[in-house]
C-alpha cells in the first residue's frame, strides 16, 4: 500500500531555533495535512494543503504542498517549549481513499 | 463547538476477551474513521463509515469491526482480544467521506494482559 516517509524522526533544538522536516511518498497525493500530538492526546490539525506548489502559514508554521504532489514540508519558525510534540504528516486522496501518516517527527525544544 | 469525544479513555482487559469502544462525533460530522496507533507501527487505518455503511477498510483481521449509527456515532469492537491489540484507538470525525481533514478524539488507551 502506499506509504510515507517523513524525516527527521526526531530533533533536539534549542528554543528560538527554526525547524524543517519533510514527507516524501511514491505516490502521488490530492491533500496533504500536518498534525501534531500531544502526550495522552489525539493528533490536532495544524495544517491542510489541497493544491500543488500551495504555501500556508499557521502563525510560526508555514507547509507546502510539494509541486510533484509526492511530498510536503513544514517549517516552524523561533520555535519555543509548547512546540514539543509529534508532528505528523498525513497524505489523502490518494489510491487507498483513507489518510496514509507517516511515523512522525518528535520535537524537543530546549529552552 | 463540542470536539469528538470518545469514552472509555482507558481499558485493561485479558486475552481472549472482547471490547467495544464508543466515539462520539463533532456536531454536523457525518464521516467517523477509526486507527489504531501503535509506538512500532505508527498510525494505522481500521475503517472509516458515512451514513451508517462502511465506506473503507484497512488491513486489519476480522475481530476487528465496527459500525456507525444513524445519529453518526459509532462503535467499534475488537473480539477476542490479543496481546498486539495493546495500542491507543483513535477515532476522528470529517463533515464527508474520504476527503480527509480529521478531527480527532484523545482516544482510548486499550491494555491487554
Known amino acids: 500500500g502506499q506509504q510515507l516517509n517523513q524525516s527527521p524522526q526526531s530533533m533536539f533544538i534549542q528554543e528560538g531555533e527554526d525547524v524543517s522536516m519533510n514527507c516524501t511518498s511514491s505516490s502521488i497525493f490530492n491533500t496533504w495535512l500536518w498534525y501534531k500530538q500531544e502526550p495522552g492526546e489525539g493528533p490536532v490539525l495544524l495544517i491542510a494543503l489541497y493544491k500543488a506548489g500551495e504555501l500556508t502559514s499557521n502563525g510560526r508554521l508555514t507547509a507546502q504542498f510539494g509541486i510533484t504532489r509526492k511530498d510536503s514540508f513544514l517549517n516552524i519558525s523561533a520555535s519555543i517549549p509548547s512546540d514539543v510534540g509529534i508532528y505528523f504528516c498525513?497524505?489523502?486522496?490518494?489510491?487507498?481513499?483513507?489518510?496514509?501518516f507517516g511515523k512522525g517527527t518528535k520535537l524537543s525544544v530546549k529552552p | 463547538k463540542a470536539g469528538v469525544t470518545q469514552t472509555p479513555r482507558y481499558l485493561i482487559k485479558t486475552r481472549g476477551q472482547q471490547v467495544t469502544l464508543s466515539c462520539s462525533p463533532i456536531s454536523g460530522h457525518r464521516s467517523v474513521s477509526w486507527y489504531q496507533q501503535t509506538p512500532g507501527q505508527g498510525l494505522q487505518f481500521l475503517f472509516e463509515y458515512f451514513s451508517e455503511t462502511q465506506r473503507n477498510k484497512g488491513n486489519f483481521p476480522g475481530r476487528f469491526s465496527g459500525r456507525q449509527f444513524s445519529n453518526s456515532r459509532s462503535e467499534m469492537n475488537v473480539s477476542t482480544l490479543e496481546l498486539g491489540d495493546s495500542a491507543l484507538y483513535l477515532c476522528a470525525s470529517s463533515l464527508d467521506w474520504g476527503v480527509g481533514k480529521l478531527f480527532f478524539g484523545s482516544g482510548t488507551q486499550l491494555s491487554v494482559l
Open positions: 498525513a497524505g489523502g486522496g490518494g489510491s487507498q481513499g483513507n489518510l496514509i
